[in-house]
Antibody
Framework: EVKLVESGGGLVQPGRSLKLSCAAS????????MGWVRQAPGKGLEWIGE????????NYTPSLKDKFTISRDNAQNTLYLQMSKLGSEDTAIYYC?????????WGQGTLVTVSS | DIQMTQSPASLSASLEEIVTITCKAS??????LSWYQQKPGKSPQLLIY???SLADGVPSRFSGSRSGTQYSLKISRPQVDDSGIYYC?????????FGAGTKLELK
């Protein structure tokens, strides 16, 4: 069974950084692109970015490119999202997903709240 | 970025109706279009990929189609459990972009 489990969310002050993790199991992690999607409270889905199998290609939505960094550790079957200079507009549930032409598998999400 | 214009924003349907949700792409996307259902407090679930292919385990009352750059999700004889928010996603070009969502209520 494919399983994606995000962690690392919580309350963070404006301007600070936070790193999210996504532990993958049930499939060959190093065979797939992986991605991050977020959802602000009561809002729609926003694609953040994606990373290919060997980390040689990483794509971001332009508005987040300078704040967020996606990485992965294939030995640990784990995807990461490093977020910096956080603002209230970054308050959202953050989902990891097995990427590709469609997102067949999603994690349960982790809530990040940016507030003083 | 490719814009996905999704409509309607919300709708209320009876169990005997055929429900149709549409997404119009701002340019051609070569059927790189998928549909998702999201229920309150849950992560999105894939329904349709490649515009018309049914994802594993999805009931056959869900179907997808295309006319030009307009893509449609149809639910035939919806069930109460089909209530939720539906999103389209284009993955033809980076960044992939979602439609704004359609909230479906079954009455």
């Amino acid at each position: 069974e494919v399983k994606l489990v995000e962690s690392g969310g919580g309350l963070v002050q404006p301007g600070r950084s936070l790193k999210l993790s996504c532990a993958a199991s049930g499939f060959s992690f190093n065979d797939y692109w992986m991605g991050w999607v977020r959802q602000a409270p009561g809002k729609g889905l926003e694609w953040i970015g994606e990373i290919n199998q060997d980390s040689s290609t990483i794509n971001y939505t332009p508005s987040l490119k300078d704040k967020f960094t996606i990485s992965r550790d294939n030995a640990q079957n784990t995807l990461y999202l490093q977020m910096s200079k956080l603002g209230s507009e970054d308050t959202a549930i953050y989902y990891c997903a097995r990427a590709g032409w469609s997102f067949a598998y999603w994690g349960q999400g982790t809530l990040v709240t940016v507030s003083s | 970025d490719i814009q996905m214009t999704q409509s309607p924003a919300s709708l209320s349907a009876s169990l005997e109706e055929i429900v149709t949700i549409t997404c119009k792409a701002s340019q051609g996307i070569d059927d790189y279009l998928s549909w998702y259902q999201q229920k309150p407090g849950k992560s999105p679930q894939l329904l349709i990929y490649d515009a018309t292919s049914l994802a594993d385990g999805v009931p056959s009352r869900f179907s997808g189609s295309r006319s030009g750059t307009q893509y449609s999700l149809k639910i035939s004889r919806p069930q109460v459990d089909d209530s939720g928010i539906y999103y389209c996603l284009q993955s033809y070009s980076t960044p992939p972009t979602f439609g704004a969502g359609t909230k479906l209520e079954l009455k």
